[in-house]
């Protein structure tokens, strides 16, 4: 949820990528269910993944897939309370 009019911000990419997340998704699955170009979903999947928010686990040979972490879910949980605070 944006405040104001207009594009997603952050806290909306982060949400949306550990939503989806939260049981195992193919790496280019959640490309696209998160809308994003590849350079920003990098970008987003690297910072959550260096801060334990999701891991990725190897599906096969050449696949990942992306699972929220549970540390993860309690910041879907945050990033909730604080939207429903500035309403």
């Given at each position: 949820m944006t405040l104001f009019k207009g594009k997603r911000c952050e806290?909306?990419?982060i949400?949306?990528?550990l939503r989806y997340a939260n049981k195992d998704i193919k790496k280019t699955r959640l490309l696209y269910k998160t809308?994003?170009?590849y350079t920003t979903f990098t970008k987003y999947?690297?910072?959550l993944k260096n801060r334990k928010f999701i891991?990725?686990?190897k599906?096969?040979?050449t696949g990942?897939?992306?699972k929220t972490t549970d540390n993860g879910r309690k910041l879907i949980n945050d990033i909730d309370n604080l939207m429903k605070q500035l309403r």
């Open positions: 806290i909306d990419i949400k949306d990528i809308n994003l170009s999947t690297n910072f891991e990725v686990k599906s096969n040979p990942q897939k992306y």
